[in-house]
């Protein structure tokens, strides 16, 4: 049985990668900050009070990854990943993770047509630009698994045929807290996946207040009209990863991720994908700021949400209850910063 809200098969299009046209204009920096501030402003009407979140998000739709969201229910996570693929008009598909959902409800199952006699291929809901996996911690491990190669390779591969999904691709997930019943643990392999995570937090006051005068009439993700499309954030996408980054502040990432593997108060460190991911997400983050070059404060910026998912306390600082945070944050520190020319 499928839980995902669509069942009938994606079509060609919607399936296919996105052609680069070699004759259109390069993006310019500008431009990325253009189209950035536009979502940014989108989804900003829809989530109140949580601009450096909804900031994050766009970094990494920028910068090509994957978003994680997790936190207690009722916070916003959904609505937040709904609104930043409203806001992009593009194949959007939300998956509903339960414990019954099989991993051919992800990414397609191949049927055999009684009129032709051959086997069909009926692409899952993995088949989109946007997907938005709804509290993923609730599907087994099994299911959870068949996210690995769409997220890291742009592809499905079932029963030996392999399609490629389109671009750009965005996987947007939310969890609960693994504290709350019903939920697994998502692995490491999956968690090291995504570019980011972030948690939605509770609203300030006047943020809460404001949302119960604004959402008590007309949703305001009903009146969210699109801002960009899908050619256009694969066009910014494209610019960002021509963002300069010096040897040095490449050095300086490798660093970082070297002294989370050495570090005794982590079990395990960052990974080769997570110095990879990081470098992506400053180089968009420098873009955003309206630069064409990464400084080590763009890094900096973002070793929360990129690595606190990725590595893993130790038993000792476990016991302690130790925040992840607070032991990147003294790595970063013992870690020099490169001066010179940028």
Known sequence: MSSTTDTDPVTPEAGAATAHDPTEQ????????????????????????????????????????????????????????????????????RIQFTPDLLPSDVTGVSVF?????????????????????????RASPKTQSALLECMEEGQVTVDGDTYRLAEPFMVMATQNPIEM??????????????????????????????????????????????????????????????????????????????????????????????????LRAARATAALAGRDHVIPEDVQLLIEPVLAHRVILSSDNQHLHRGVGGVLAEIVRRVAVPSGPR
């Open 26 to 93: 390069p993006a310019t920096i500008e431009d990325v900050q253009r189209v950035a501030s536009d979502i940014h402003r989108a989804v900003s009407s829809v989530i109140e009070g949580k601009a450096e979140v909804i900031q994050t998000a766009v970094v990494v739709l920028l910068a090509g990854g994957h978003l994680l969201l997790e936190d207690v229910p009722g916070v916003g996570k959904t609505m937040l990943a709904k609104a930043l693929a409203r806001s992009i008009d593009s194949p959007m598909r």
């Open 181 to 278: 019943e019903g939920t697994y643990p998502l692995p490491e392999a999956q968690r090291d996946r995504f570019m980011a995570r972030i948690s939605m937090g509770y609203p300030t006051s006047a943020a809460e207040l404001e949302m119960l005068d604004v959402h008590g009439g007309v949703p305001p993700l009903d009146r969210l009209t699109p801002v960009a499309d899908g050619a256009t954030v694969q066009r910014m996408a494209r610019r960002v990863t021509e963002v300069h980054a010096s040897p040095a502040l490449r050095q300086y990432i490798v660093d970082i991720a070297g002294a989370t593997r050495a570090s005794s108060s982590l079990r395990l460190g960052a990974s080769p994908r997570a110095s990879l991911q990081l």
């Open 113 to 137: 047509n009684q009129d032709s006699r051959t086997f069909e291929f009926r692409r899952g809901a993995i088949f989109a630009n946007i997907v938005v996996g709804d509290e993923i911690n």
